[in-house]
């Protein structure tokens, strides 16, 4: 069961009638059974497997707050972490390290068969680790306190609205939402039925509308030609951000339709004036992760090195990016890209500033437009890495982009194109004029009621129906 | 906090019933130019034609490979009969069989020529995930209500829905609907060019397990085409592969199904030399014009001689 499945339609409103029903002290445990069937719909099987992250991040944190040795508490901590990671490292990693090994002692000289695993890669996985990880870093550095209700301990890690995509909570949201357990008000209910309404959107009638293209064209790129390659290369951030985007929407709305508040993951990251600011706006429950759990600490540590050890920092918070988003040396390539970007833009930052002050550039709407456009560019080809299959994939389509001209394979149809230009004119009212021709939050009724018609009407009327999973599935 | 609920819940019933009018209006203007469309162009609406329209003595049913290989005009002059091909390019086994039963609804054609091929009773997940090409037609014909049930349980609840049922259809319904009507000199063959090179030879790709579901469906399509007296002629339409398939149990069943009606199939046109020759094909399953007015000759002997 996922959010577009029809089953979805009938189980969250029985969810949410009966959280609002049943007492609040068992809201908790309530809600982790309906998250466990939810899990259960998908893969049954690696219940268990969340079960023991669970029980783990439960009994190490609790065993960290028994004791007031900072020393211990920090060793706990990090076998906590190496524990929950076992399990990321069996399912994701294994046979990239495998084989990369194999690959190592081949090229001098020992053969050798170590032996591959082929098993599904549990859904959600990296989600759940990434935000137990989050929880146990937050235990040792005292930020929040140890939560000894297992209840809500496996809540806070299984809660079906991010279990499978984010986004990635912190403990620090949630553990106090998850105390109180609040009844839903009207007021939730709509909040969170309207961001719903416009993740369904975003999902079903962007995303999946440009990946029957973008899928056309990369899943065949050998038959296409560079024209082609390069519009789908500029279609496909469209693609990620309409599907991740729709369905963190989708999460923090369902969320929301109980009362709970979830983080938000995007904020219109096609506005990015600079690689920086796109990275502050798009997977930002990931970024803010990254950046609390890995950047800071190690920027703090290289700090002696002045503008180099916030490269060395920025270069590796970026392969852990890459590494997580998945196990190829693509995703590797690809976090390194960001790497290189957000680098030179922070040695270039003082010029820059400089430069935009002098000329007062900040304020003109051609210098705005430019930079996001230039970011867009740059942010497009880095995707490249992260759509292929194999660096060589990537390195032929980057190379035909360049050098192969060619008529464009027109197949994106007029429902796509009607699609993006609603996104594009929606984030660009929310971005430049948020008090203004409001719809869905307009005074109006009238106006606030066909703004939702003509949503739900489009979803279903020139959304993809029978469309595909959401992308972030597979990490 | 009651009184808010109670807002909340009249809005809510006022939304819905919003909702449902503009689905209901919707639903009438695409049914409007759906019929309207079908008129005007129906080599772009063939499964309306077919549903509603066709009334030719001999059909041609198939996929694309039969929409491209069979010259309607061909079979007309050899057989003495009006003849039209129904077929429906990416439409295979369940949506095939919904056609014969929607036509046998309306009238009793004189002959089918039903292109098939060795693995046509085995399952196809194409077949399966395209079933939703019928969602016009359940809400009259319960047939296709019934096949639409394989696709997903859900399906008889989601096609209440206009918006659902002509999901991604009216922008050829208004592009069809405005433009002048096209004649339709082929009879609903759509011939195909060849591609700059002509494909290479490869190994078909068979599957040998029978799907009892579809076997059900076929005997039951079978039964009743014989008890309306039409005759059916089932054909290997050629495809530029090799393989050896009479060892399938699917090509098994399909030939036990057919021999219990005492259907013929035509098999040695499949690989026959002379139509092994790449230069006849579009691509590897496709003939081209000139590989389709061969093979049509060729069968129109066989079925002569028949």
């Known amino acids: 069961m996922t959010f577009t499945s029809f089953e979805f339609l009938l189980f969250f409103p029985v969810v949410v009638l009966l959280y609002n029903i049943i007492p609040q002290k068992l809201r908790v445990w309530y809600l982790l059974v309906v998250s466990y069937v939810f899990y259960a719909f998908m893969q049954p099987v690696y219940l268990v497997l969340l079960a023991a992250v669970t029980g783990i991040t439960y009994g190490f944190t609790r065993w960290m707050g028994a004791t007031d040795d900072d020393d211990k508490k920090k060793r706990i901590m990090i076998w906590g972490i190496i524990l929950v990671l076992l399990p990321l490292f069996f399912f994701k990693y294994y046979n990239f390290v495998n084989e990369s090994i194999t690959a190592l002692l081949t090229a001098i000289g020992f053969h050798t068969a170590i032996p591959k695993i082929s098993w599904m890669l549990p859904v959600g996985i990296s989600f759940y680790t990434f935000m137990s990880i989050g929880y146990l870093v937050d235990v040792n550095n005292e930020e929040v306190e140890v939560e000894t209700n297992i209840g809500s301990v496996g809540l806070f890690l299984s809660f079906f609205p991010y279990i499978l995509s984010g986004p990635i909570e912190r403990a620090g949201n949630m553990f106090p939402q998850l105390k109180k357990m609040p009844t839903s008000q009207p007021s939730d209910l709509t909040a969170g039925l309207k961001l ?16 029957i293209y973008v899928d056309a064209v990369f899943n065949n790129f050998v038959n296409h030609n560079g024209t082609t390659l390069a519009f789908a290369t500029l279609l496909y951030p469209i693609q990620v951000y309409a599907d991740l985007g729709g369905y963190s929407l989708l999460a923090i709305g369902a969320a929301r339709c109980m009362g709970l508040k979830i983080i938000p993951n995007f904020n219109r990251p096609f506005f990015a004036t600079s690689m920086s600011e796109l990275w502050r706006r798009w997977h930002m429950s990931f970024i803010n992760w990254l950046t609390d759990y890995i950047y800071t600490p190690l920027s703090f540590a290289l700090r002696s090195w002045k503008i180099w050890g916030i490269v060395c920092a920025l270069m590796l918070t970026f392969l852990v990016s ?18 290189v970007y957000l680098s030179l833009e922070a040695l270039l930052q003082k010029k820059r500033s400089s430069m935009e002050s002098k000329h007062n550039l900040n304020k003109k709407w051609w210098y705005i437009l430019i930079c996001c456009v230039v970011v867009y560019l740059l942010f497009a080809f880095s995707q490249i890495f992260g759509r292929c299959a194999t660096l060589s994939d990537a390195w032929i389509v980057i190379r035909k982009i360049f050098n192969v001209r060619g008529s464009l394979f027109e197949e994106v149809t007029t429902y796509g194109w009607f699609s993006i230009l609603i996104l594009f004119v929606k984030d660009f ?9 409001r719809l869905f939050e307009s005074s109006h009724i009238v106006i606030r009621f066909i703004s939702y018609a003509v949503i739900a009407f489009l979803i279903v009327s020139i959304g993809v129906l029978d469309g595909g999973q959401f992308i972030y599935f597979q990490f | 906090m009651k009184n808010e609920w109670l807002k909340l819940l009249v809005k809510v019933l006022v939304f819905c019933v919003l909702l449902i009018s503009i689905d209901f209006g919707y639903g009438k203007i695409c049914r409007y130019m759906e019929e309207r469309s079908t008129v005007h162009n129906p080599t772009s609406f063939t499964a309306e034609y077919t549903m509603w329209h066709v009334n030719e003595d001999v059909l041609i049913i198939g996929a694309s490979e039969a929409q491209h290989s069979y010259v309607s005009k061909i079979l007309a002059d050899n057989l003495g009969m009006s003849v039209y091909n129904c077929g429906e390019d990416g439409q295979f086994f369940y949506y095939q069989n919904a056609m014969v039963n929607g036509i046998l609804d309306r009238y009793c054609p004189k ?4 292109s098939v091929n060795p693995s046509f009773l085995s399952f196809n997940p194409l077949a399966k995930e395209r079933i939703g090409a019928l969602k016009p037609f359940a809400d009259e014909n319960a047939y296709c209500r019934d096949m639409l049930r394989i696709k997903s349980k859900y399906e008889p609840l989601k096609i209440k829905s206009s918006c659902y049922v002509y999901n991604s259809d009216i922008l050829p319904f208004v592009v069809s609907s405005i433009s002048n009507p096209v004649t339709d000199n082929n009879w609903g063959w759509v011939p195909s060019n060849s591609k700059a090179s002509p494909p290479e030879i490869k190994e078909a790709k068979y599957v040998n397990e029978t799907d009892e579901t579809c076997l059900s469906i076929f005997d039951l399509t079978l039964s009743r085409l ?14 530029y592969e090799t393989g050896v398939y009479d060892t399938l149990d699917s090509y098994h069943s399909l030939l036990n199904t057919t021999n219990k009606y005492g259907y013929p199939i035509i098999e040695d046109l499949y690989h026959h030399d002379t139509l092994m020759d790449s230069t006849l094909y579009r691509d590897n399953m496709h003939l ?14 066989k079925l002569n001689y028949k």
């Open chain 2, 288 to 301: 081209n014009k000139e590989g389709a007015v061969l093979f049509t000759t060729m069968l129109t002997e």
């Open chain 2, 226 to 239: 014989k008890k309306n007296n039409i005759d059916v002629v089932f054909v290997f339409t050629p495809s």
């Open chain 1, 429 to 437: 009212r929310d971005e430049f004029f948020p008090n203004q021709f």
């Open chain 1, 196 to 211: 719903m309404l416009w993740g369904y959107f975003m999902k079903l009638c962007v995303a999946d509308r440009l990946g």
């Open chain 2, 111 to 114: 002959l089918i020529i039903w």
């Open chain 1, 322 to 339: 890459g590494i997580w988003h998945g196990a190829a040396i693509t995703s590797i390539v690809w976090g390194l890209v960001q790497g």
